[in-house]
């Protein structure tokens, strides 16, 4: 539990929490913002926010090499920095211009952060203790947005620009605590990689070859793969195609889709913690197996939910509610495991590079996922949509079984400690070691 975490990483999971909540105030009022506040076209407005996906996409790679190069702590702080800005010019975005700046300088963020943050659990957790960072992470990430989306709702109102604007300039504050704890507390972590058998001469391990290595790798490239089939019938659809299916084939109120993603994230909040006890010391591609069955079943759900659509809207709306909720559990079970499998396989001096070919994985699935969705359900092909996801799942439970022959015992999770079983002090000296070794 989080009792037992290294002080560092109590650290990162607090500054996480204010992270998400000031996301969680704007994340569900951007089209509403930039279309009816500000006046923007609906298409300016979908253009506008596609730029964050493209750049962050763009940012992954370079950003592998700064982490590596310059250490996750400083990378994190440049982009917690450009969140700041990026916020702060969003609440005065009158023009297009402003506002594409500001989501250029929010995608540029979102590209790098990631993959540092995830560099960073390296510095701070030993590696039986990652899996469950992940996974409580995960609860206060949907912790924090439920918040966060909850406050945002009461406080916004399209008849009184000023309050969209307050939003934006309290998530611009809630950035600065991450801020601080990475200049203070977390300052002693997250530093390049020290010097070791076959470092350089500037103290660093030595870098050449950069991703050719990360992809010479068999394992990281099935990892890489799975990343991308996982994001894109997963978070690329429920963040796009669940919300258009519901809406215009299941025929459900916004009202309704609120209480369907209420429903996930209580989900998330509520079953994370007994799943991170079952998957604990089990190996971890079969954690993903039992995910790709419920995302199965929840896309089936969906499908079902079409199908009672315009005749039966209550039992639609209970459908809808159900699909998101299964696929709340499914999720549980993902984010503990695959990061964690990413981090087990990196070697040190090349860690930012695996979490950023990872994270690209998850751009591209992003950038691709809600087309695909918007061309079949757009195009009358509802019912194929929702086949298609399954058939989906049955593809990355292919790729997990194939992942799962690449990667070593340890890799996979088995033998890891369950939260209750972790012997902290155990691990400090090793902790306190690698923080004398990091750089300021």
């Known amino acids: 539990m989080f009792r037992d975490l290294p002080r560092p990483a109590k650290w990162m999971l607090t500054s996480l929490v204010f992270d998400f909540v000031g996301t969680g105030l704007i994340m569900p009022f951007a089209v509403v913002y930039l279309h009816e506040v500000r006046d923007f076209s609906l298409q300016t407005a979908g253009v506008l926010l596609a730029l964050p996906a493209i750049v962050g996409l763009l940012a992954v790679g370079p950003g592998g090499v700064l982490i590596d190069r310059f250490g996750a702590r400083r990378v994190v702080i440049a982009a917690v920095s450009l969140e700041i800005v990026a916020q702060v010019l969003m609440a005065n975005a009158l023009t297009v211009p402003v506002a594409a700046t500001s989501l250029v300088c929010s995608g540029l ?8 943050v995830q560099a960073m659990v390296a510095t701070v957790m030993p590696t039986h203790q990652r899996q469950h960072y992940f996974g409580l992470s995960f609860t206060l990430l949907n912790l924090g947005l439920g918040i966060g989306g909850m406050l945002g709702g009461a406080v916004v109102d399209v ?25 203070g507390p977390l300052r002693r972590y997250g530093g390049p990689v020290a010097h070791g058998a076959s470092s350089g001469d500037d103290g660093a391990m030595p870098v050449s070859g950069g991703y050719r290595l990360v992809l010479r790798d068999p394992a990281m490239r099935l990892l890489v793969v799975l990343g991308f089939v996982t994001a894109f019938i997963g978070y690329a659809q429920f963040g796009v195609g669940f919300q258009a299916f519901s809406r215009t084939v299941a025929h459900i109120s916004t009202q309704v889709l609120g209480w369907a993603y209420a429903a996930n994230t209580a989900v998330i909040v509520v079953a994370q913690l007994f799943v991170l006890k079952f998957v604990a010391g089990r190996r971890r591609t079969r954690a993903l197996l039992v995910m790709c069955v419920l995302w199965a079943i929840s896309w089936s759900v969906l499908g079902v939910a079409g199908l009672a659509g315009e005749s039966n809207v209550v039992l639609a709306s209970v459908l809808v509610c159900a699909s998101a909720a299964i696929f709340g559990v499914g999720e549980t079970f993902l984010q503990p495991t695959l990061p964690a499998m990413v981090n087990d396989l990196a070697p040190d001096h090349l860690r930012g590079r695996y979490n950023s070919a990872s994270a690209g994985a998850f751009h591209i699935a992003e950038i691709v996922g809600p087309p695909f969705a918007g061309l079949l359900i757009g195009h009358a092909l509802a019912g194929w949509y929702a086949v298609a996801l399954v058939a989906g799942c049955a593809v990355a439970a292919w790729v997990t079984i194939v992942v799962e022959r690449q990667l070593s015992p340890k890799v996979n999770g088995v033998g890891v400690s369950a939260p209750e079983e972790i012997d902290v002090e155990g691990e400090m000296a090793l902790e306190v070691q690698r923080a004398k070794l990091s750089t300021e």
Do not use: C, H, S, W
């Open 109 to 116: 963020a979102t590209g790098v952060i990631f993959p540092a």
């Open 159 to 183: 008849e009184r620009p000023g309050t969209f604007e307050r939003i934006y300039y309290i998530d611009a504050v809630t950035f600065l605590i991450p801020l601080m704890l990475y200049l």
